[in-house]
């Protein structure tokens, strides 16, 4: 398949290429896009056979939902079977956003779009051009982040053309993600609200509006013990194709540590995962990346994909990764994430 590829200026939109791009998605076709947390891979979220062309596109299991984009709160009334409350005052702060909501769905929601359940996941993205795509496509799109099943989310279009050239029919290229974790996702169908996977709208901003919010319990219990209730959170995701350690415990004792794998580890190629101001205490030779400054981090959640991916174009067999402490919400989600990445293997000094 030919995938065309537009360059779209956020501060220009060239409103008659989204119209084709929506004209695309209208007539079952998959137009990648940027959204403010990852690139997105879009279909028609009404057409049952628009799911199905996703989950090929991505090699992704079939039993894994979609999330579906809107651009109009007025729009949720069709695709829900009622509107929970709490969803007005939710979207009040946060839409449009980088938050997922789960809701009981409509007949109108074909079973492929929420691959067999009764729920659908809801947004509403901020960036500009998600936003006008989502209106050119008819309101409701569906949209998994833009990646090959199993490898890291796609915060630029670059990422995006690595792996879906040739898979689907367009790529709209604007610009670098502003978040790079994908959304929050908050579960609507229970007694309480539960958090499926943290993001950057973080547990103590759903408290400023919600009288109660929960953890997902397999947030912080040993990962492998029960299944996770979004079910795209039990498959081994984010996943280099290094085998990867988190290493946690006492600056010194970390960089002691890693030090040593460095000696010992002369039959694979390392990678070391570090933070901004220990990226000088590693010896040359060895393939070193900083995420950012460790008082920083939406700074460390942007840069965890690129780096991840970096690593794979480098053909890096063995990453080590430094730990940081957790400061905020969004510091969770990066350390959610860097987890799962590293298949939960964490080693203490
Ligand atoms: O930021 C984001 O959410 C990005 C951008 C493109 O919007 N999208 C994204 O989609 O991350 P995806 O498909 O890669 O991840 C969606 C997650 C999966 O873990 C899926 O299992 C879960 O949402 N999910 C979707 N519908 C669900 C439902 N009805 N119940 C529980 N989990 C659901
Ligand atoms: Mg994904």
Not at 226 to 237: L, S, V
Not at 288 to 308: D, F, M, P, Q
Request: charged content about 25%.
């Amino acid at each position: 398949m030919d995938t065309q590829t537009i360059i779209i200026d956020k501060e220009n939109i060239d409103e008659q290429a989204i119209a084709r791009a929506g004209e695309l998605i209208k007539r079952g076709g998959l137009v990648a896009f940027p959204t403010e947390t990852v690139y997105g891979l879009g279909g028609n979220a009404l057409d049952g056979k628009s799911a199905e062309k996703i989950y090929k596109a991505k090699g992704r299991p079939s039993d894994n939902p979609l999330i579906i984009h809107i651009c109009d709160i007025d729009d949720l009334q069709y695709i829900v079977k009622s509107i929970p409350p709490e969803v007005y005052r939710l979207a009040d702060s946060f839409w449009p956003g980088p938050l997922t909501l789960i809701m009981n769905k409509s007949s109108k929601v074909p079973m492929q779009t929420t691959g067999g359940l009764e729920t659908v996941a809801v947004r509403m993205p901020s960036d500009s051009i998600a936003l006008l795509l989502i209106k050119a496509a008819g309101g409701y799109v569906a949209a998994p982040s833009a990646n090959i099943s199993g490898r890291p989310s796609p915060t630029t279009s670059k990422h995006v053309i690595e792996d879906m050239q040739g898979r689907i029919d367009m790529i709209i290229d604007g610009g670098d993600a502003d978040f790079g974790l994908e959304s929050t996702i908050l579960d609507l169908t229970g007694q309480v609200p539960v958090i499926l996977r943290p993001g950057t709208v973080t547990l103590e901003m759903l408290l400023t509006v919600l009288e109660d919010v929960q953890l997902d319990s397999v947030l912080h219990t040993n990962y492998n013990k029960e299944p996770p209730k979004a079910p795209g959170m039990k498959y081994k995701h984010y996943a280099p194709k290094g085998e990867m350690h988190i290493v946690e415990g006492n600056r010194q004792a970390v960089i002691r540590y890693i030090h040593n794998k460095i000696e010992e580890e002369h039959s694979a190629k390392l990678g070391i995962i570090c933070m901004e101001d220990t990226l000088k205490s590693y010896p040359q030779g060895v393939i070193i990346k900083s995420l950012g400054s460790r008082e920083n981090e939406n700074e460390i959640a942007r840069n965890l994909y690129r780096v991840l991916r970096e690593f794979d174009e480098e053909e890096v067999t063995l990453i080590y990764a430094e730990s940081f402490d957790v400061n905020s919400g969004v510091g969770h989600a990066v350390m959610n994430r860097l987890l799962k990445a590293a298949a939960y293997h964490v080693v203490k000094v």
